[in-house]
């Protein structure tokens, strides 16, 4: 149950409203995350610019990649609302049905090249408490990555870090959209949609 009441679209702020409609390109809704936040306008507006800024292609790192990304680092967080989100998004930026499926276990897969698999493991680390990141790990990366693109890679998971605390700390409510997702992609590795329904 969500803690906080999300904001109906008509009661977010009226600049902000026209803000966050971004979210509706790449998730297909405004999510209640941001709707909750929109108690606060700030924080929404900020949370809105940063997400902009983080999932913006700039590099090597593509759209569709960083919401993999963004799948890996939630679901090495345990935060089931964003794990549906990410697995949405990443279908809506083309991610092939293979690697939909894979993601969760990508290190045996084919689906993902060896560049691919050390940002994956990069995140993971990143993501865990504590933190996980090694030299080693950090040298793989520097294998295949740049610089610029390991701070995008970087960026993806502490964006996810902010949204797993936020959403699983708030029970923030699943949306239908990723919770159909969720259900066909995740549903056969034991997802449940757990304290977001």
């Given at each position: 149950?969500?803690?906080?009441?999300?904001?109906?679209?008509?009661?977010?702020?009226?600049?902000?409203?026209?803000?966050?409609?971004?979210?509706?390109g790449?998730?297909?809704?405004?999510?209640?995350?941001?709707?909750?936040?929109?108690?606060?306008?700030?924080?929404?507006?900020?949370?809105?610019?940063?997400?902009?800024?983080?999932?913006?292609?700039?590099?090597?790192?593509?759209?569709e990649?960083?919401?993999?990304?963004?799948?890996?680092?939630?679901?090495?967080?345990?935060?089931?609302?964003?794990?549906?989100?990410?697995?949405?998004?990443?279908?809506?930026?083309?991610?092939?049905?293979?690697?939909?499926?894979?993601?969760?276990?990508?290190?045996?897969?084919?689906?993902?090249?060896?560049?691919?698999?050390?940002?994956?493991?990069?995140?993971?680390?990143?993501?865990?408490?504590?933190?996980?990141?090694?030299?080693?790990?950090?040298?793989?990366?520097?294998?295949?990555?740049?610089e610029?693109?390991?701070?995008?890679?970087?960026?993806?998971?502490?964006?996810?870090?902010?949204?797993?605390?936020?959403?699983?700390?708030?029970?923030?409510?699943?949306?239908?959209?990723?919770?159909?997702?969720?259900?066909?992609?995740?549903?056969?590795?034991?997802?449940?949609?757990?304290?977001?329904?």
């Amino acid at each position: 149950m969500a803690i906080v009441r999300p904001l109906e679209e008509a009661e977010i702020e009226e600049g902000l409203r026209t803000e966050v409609q971004f979210f509706k390109g790449p998730l297909g809704v405004i999510p209640n995350s941001v709707r909750t936040m929109a108690h606060r306008p700030g924080i929404a507006r900020a949370f809105t610019a940063l997400n902009r800024a983080v999932m913006a292609p700039q590099g090597a790192v593509t759209p569709e990649f960083k919401r993999l990304l963004g799948y890996a680092s939630s679901f090495a967080s345990g935060c089931r609302y964003c794990q549906a989100h990410m697995i949405l998004a990443s279908e809506r930026f083309g991610a092939s049905e293979a690697r939909l499926n894979a993601v969760w276990d990508f290190e045996e897969s084919p689906q993902f090249t060896e560049a691919e698999k050390a940002a994956l493991r990069f995140v993971h680390a990143a993501t865990a408490v504590p933190n996980a990141v090694t030299e080693e790990i950090g040298a793989a990366l520097h294998a295949h990555w740049s610089e610029g693109d390991i701070v995008e890679i970087m960026a993806v998971a502490a964006l996810f870090g902010w949204l797993n605390r936020w959403n699983d700390s708030m029970g923030t409510a699943l949306e239908d959209l990723p919770l159909d997702a969720a259900e066909r992609h995740l549903g056969p590795t034991g997802w449940e949609i757990g304290k977001h329904g």
